[in-house]
């Protein structure tokens, strides 16, 4: 092969814009996929996994690809939607070949793949020819020598390796919502969940494991130590941890339950308590809850809080102390939109409204669905029988329950991957 054949690197593809020919975009590449050859063959790029807006992933074959650039990635607009499922003989490179420790032929060191890179070749087809790596250097705890080599000149991909490191599929996704993450970690290996899972920190796991199947959920958290387990459940929301806590052996709940901080597990043994498909079992134990004198910059500086989701921060809720939950006498809510419209120095007591009687922690979902359609409201108190707020029903939680139980995984269409 004569010339300069294009050569792109994988890790840099990572979450770039995949457009069709007349520029609509159809979604964001996730990985790449490839086959193993025998011998020092590199391996054939068979294509791209491509996260649509139903967070659908599909297969992308090269053969539907006519651009790759640092930039962007455009097809021939003919784009199969049924879910990608890896087979047997495939590789993803982002998800399994970063942070796999191989052997250098040359020196016989070893170091850590921190990239790839796929060229075009003449025959149009793509292979995955050079090897980014790092060697160790452990002595001086500094990062070692890196190379660029050619695929030929690297062994180690054929064996399967336990322990293999997150760090360089991490960095890929860096800049990942939790929900799209959860989306890669559901579609890798039960061994590759399990290392991503440990090398994320606490808060970063927690907020992906609030966006995973049940299944998964559970998974991952029986790899975990206990002890770890209780950290990640105690930075989940008190609702998704009081979910999955409820999935577990009745002995691993209360383990679970007993490292956790005393305020945390009181928050989740009590949202245990109601049943799932209710006010009190779809609520948060911890919206936003505010005192009658406070001012409406006091309210506004709240829902600033990037923590929140949306549904969450439309609303602020008004008690008498103790504002924690179950809270003192429910008062009445803010609507963010009307807060924006008032000066910063009025009071929150002054804005409130208190016309809505809130729902009950026995109100089947049913109930809940109806409550929000009838205000037009995405978030809504739940109250006690003496008027104490007990938590706050968001509309993602009802759609939620709502939805079929496998909605993360399914899609709008089912068709054959290889149809053209």
Not at 24 to 49: A, C, E, I, N, S
Not at 77 to 104: H, K, P, S, W
Not at 221 to 229: K, P, V, W
């Amino acid at each position: 092969m004569t010339g300069s054949p294009s050569r792109v690197y994988v890790a840099r593809l990572a979450g770039l814009p995949v457009f069709a020919p007349n520029g609509d975009q159809v979604g964001k590449v996730r990985d790449v996929v490839v086959m193993l050859r025998q011998g020092t063959q590199p391996p054939r790029v068979l294509g791209l996994v491509v996260e649509v807006f139903t967070r659908r992933r599909i297969f992308l074959p090269m053969t539907r690809v006519t651009s790759v650039d640092a930039g962007h990635v455009i097809t021939t607009g003919l784009v199969n939607m049924r879910r990608f499922e890896q087979r047997a003989t495939e590789v993803l490179v982002l998800g399994e070949m970063l942070d796999r420790t191989v052997t250098i032929r040359e020196t016989g060191a070893t170091a850590v793949v921190f990239d790839m890179a796929m060229e075009q070749w003449r025959t149009r087809d793509w292979v995955l020819s050079k090897v980014a790596v790092r060697e160790g250097n452990k002595r001086f705890r500094r990062r070692g020598q890196s190379h660029v080599l050619d695929w030929a000149d690297v062994s180690g991909f054929a064996q399967v390796e336990e322990g293999q490191g997150a760090t360089h599929i991490l960095a890929a996704f860096e800049s990942m919502k939790a929900a799209d993450l959860a989306g890669v970690l559901h579609d890798l290996s039960p061994k590759r969940r399990k290392e991503i899972a440990a090398a994320l920190n606490d808060e970063r796991l927690a907020d992906v494991l609030e966006e995973l199947p049940e299944d998964d959920q559970v998974e991952i958290l029986a790899g975990l130590d206990t002890e770890r387990a209780a950290d990640v459940l105690e930075e989940m929301s008190p609702d998704d941890a009081a979910d999955l806590i409820a999935e577990l052996p009745t002995d691993t709940a209360e383990r679970l339950l007993t490292l956790m901080e005393p305020d945390e597990a009181e928050d989740v043994r009590r949202l245990l308590t109601y049943e799932e498909r209710t006010a009190g079992g779809l609520m948060t134990s911890e919206p936003v809850i505010l005192p009658a004198d406070a001012t409406v910059a006091d309210a506004l500086a709240h829902v600033r809080n990037a923590e929140l989701s949306p549904a969450l921060a439309a609303m602020i809720y008004v008690c008498r102390p103790p504002l924690e939950t179950p809270s003192g006498r429910f008062i009445g809510v803010g609507h963010i939109q009307r807060l924006l419209r008032e000066p910063p120095s009025e009071l929150v007591s002054a804005v409130l409204d208190t016309d809505l009687d809130g729902l009950r922690p026995d109100d089947s979902l049913h109930t809940v669905s109806k409550y929000l359609a009838t205000y037009n409201l995405v978030a809504a108190p739940v109250l006690d029988d003496e008027g104490r707020l007990l938590g706050a029903v968001t509309v993602d939680d009802v759609l939620d329950h709502l939805l079929p139980e496998d909605w993360r995984e399914s899609g709008q269409q089912e068709v054959d991957r290889h149809a053209p």
